[in-house]
């Protein structure tokens, strides 16, 4: 199983990126999908994550109200809508896939990871 968050870039405050995640291997279908990033010097932390179903979704503190989670079967995707972008923001993110969506968004529930794709907000 294998995934890929691509999507990434350098973008001014205040501005949006959509972050997608693909696999090459297998299908999403089943699987919750969690968004996570990691800061220089800092550990990483989730973001958001949808349930398989897409029903349900959870967001980190500081993103919700500005970052938006959706998936699409027909395209064997999910994706994260980030607006009003902040310099805080700025990490590498990740997208997994894991069996629940939940809080808090721990790494703890998701097996597969992608590799990262690079955000950076300039002030």
């Known amino acids: 199983f294998q995934l890929q968050a691509s999507g990434g870039g350098l973008v001014q405050t205040g501005g949006s990126l959509t972050l997608s995640c693909t696999t090459s291997?297998?299908?999403?279908?089943?699987?919750?999908v969690g968004w996570f990033r990691q800061a220089p010097g800092k550990e990483r932390e989730g973001v958001a994550c949808?349930?398989?179903?897409?029903?349900?979704?959870y967001f980190k503190n500081s993103v919700r109200g500005r970052f938006t989670v959706s998936r699409d079967a027909a395209k064997n995707s999910a994706s994260l809508l980030m607006t009003s972008l902040k310099p805080e923001d700025t990490a590498v993110y990740y997208c997994?896939?894991?069996?629940?969506?939940?809080?808090?968004?721990?790494?703890?529930?998701?097996?597969?990871w992608g590799q990262g794709t690079l955000v950076t907000v300039s002030s």
């Open positions: 997994a896939t894991g069996l629940r969506c939940r809080l808090p968004l721990g790494d703890w529930d998701y097996e597969y």
């Open positions: 291997r297998g299908t999403l279908d089943y699987y919750a």
């Open positions: 949808i349930s398989s179903l897409g029903n349900d979704w």
